[in-house]
Structures are given as C-alpha cells and as structure tokens.
C-alpha cells in the first residue's frame, strides 16, 4: 500500500493527535460514576418517575442523549469499525447491534425484565474487552479460528440493551403512554448512535490517512481492552462491596 505524502508535523506528534478520540473516551470510561455506566441523570430521572401520557420529544432527547454520553456504547461501537472501511459493512455491523440493543431495551422494560445493573454491566465491559481481542487477531491464535463476528456483535447488542432497560425498570416509568415513550427513546438512542458514528467515522477517517495508524491500530485496542477490564472491575468492584440500597 502506497503511503500519501504530506507536509505536517512529525509522525510521533500525528500518532499521538491521531489517538485523541480514543483518550477521550478511555478517560470518560476511567472517572465516570463506576457504578452506573446505564445511569440516567438525575434531573432526567426524576422527569422519568414524575410524568405520565404520552411525550414524544423529550423521550426522544433523552434516548439520544443517552447513547451520546454512553461511554460504554461509544467504545463498543469503536471496536466494531475499527477495521471496517465500507459503509456497506459499517452499515451491517451497526444495524445488527441496534436490532440487539432496541430489542432488549424495549423489551425488558415492557415485560419487566430486570437485571443486576453491575452484572449487566461488567458484561458490557467484557463486550468492550472481547471486541479488543478480535481486532487484535487473539481468537485466530488462541482458538485456531475466528468466531462469527455478526453474531458476535448481535449477541453484545442484546446485553447493551439490558443495561438500559434495567435502569428505566428502577425508575418505575409511568405505564401511562409507555409504549409510545419506549419507541420514542429507542428512536433518541438510534439518532444518538448515528451521531456518536458521525463522529468516530470522521475521526476515524482522518485517521486512517496517516501512517501511523497501522503502527498504533494494535496499541489502541489494547487499550481499548484495558478500559473494558476497568469497566468490568468497577462492576464487579460495586457487586461485592456496594452498599445496599436504601
């Protein structure tokens, strides 16, 4: 491959710029409430426990806003188009990963179907985790051959929507309207992952015109998978020592 040239300041200060998103997050994903990776705010959720009928809007802001700052989306979403140059393919990838999500979500919440919010969590960080592994190439080595990522990414999506559902199920939504606000927050959260991609693709694009990405694509999955693993001991962490709840 034919590498562009191009006047700018040095590689190691490009390499460095390039992995700034990835920082962002990482550090988001670091000193974040640990607890409560699927935590609404609590402005929203007192909105949440407090109003009853139908309100399409805000529901919609709230989904969106949801998926913007869900860190642990964000990073899952960047493991799975790390290596992935189609749109075509982003485009399967992604949906199969909003089907899983949106479907969880929605219906955990409908037929109440409630789990540990720090299981459901440290789960979502081992997807974090295993989606490192894969683009590293260490199910190949390890396995001899390489799951089915598609089925892979579904599979994550469903956990991803637990983790929501599970906290909406704390905050007793009124059954007034339910459905309709259920279908206006998942459309908020598809606007949100849409916008979250926007971003990671530009990034991501800008990215892989340098040459250092194919030097450092390794080093930011591993740590990629080291914010997964703090992810996973935050949950973990809070499953034993938590106090309970009052």
């Known amino acids: 491959m034919q590498r562009p040239s191009h006047e700018g300041p040095p590689r190691h ?14 550090g988001s994903a670091l000193f974040a409430s640990p607890a409560f990776a699927h935590a609404v705010a609590e402005g929203d959720k ?15 802001y709230l989904g969106a806003k949801h998926m913007v700052t869900g860190y642990d989306h964000i990073l899952f979403l960047l493991g799975v188009i790390f290596f992935l140059y189609r749109m075509k393919h982003i485009g399967i990838y992604v ?10 979500m929605l219906a955990g919440v409908y037929f109440n179907i409630g789990i540990n919010s720090y299981i459901i969590d ?29 089925a892979a990414t579904l599979i994550f999506g469903f956990f991803h929507g637990f983790g929501l559902s599970t906290k909406i199920i704390e905050y007793n939504i009124s059954p007034d309207g339910l459905v309709p606000n259920l279908l206006a927050f998942n459309v ?8 979250a991609l ?4 530009i990034a991501m694009s800008y990215w892989r015109l340098r040459p250092s990405f194919w030097r ?11 914010a997964g693993f703090v992810l996973m001991g935050y949950q973990i962490a809070g499953f034993f020592f938590a106090p309970p709840a009052a």
Do not use: C
């Open 198 to 201: 926007g971003a990671i693709l």
């Open 95 to 104: 949906s199969l990963f909003a089907i899983g999500h949106s479907t969880t």
């Open 46 to 60: 007192g909105y949440i426990q407090e109003i009853t009928g139908v309100h399409i809007l805000p529901f919609i």
């Open 188 to 195: 908020g959260v598809e606007i949100g992952q849409l916008l």
């Open 216 to 226: 450092h694509a390794y080093t930011a999955n591993v740590v990629m998978m080291t």
């Open 122 to 150: 440290a789960i979502i960080g081992l997807s974090v985790v295993y989606k490192a592994l894969d683009n590293m190439g260490a199910f190949q080595r390890w396995l001899g051959f390489q799951p089915n990522t598609k």
């Open 13 to 26: 200060a490009r390499g460095r710029s390039a992995l700034i998103m990835l920082a962002v997050l990482f």
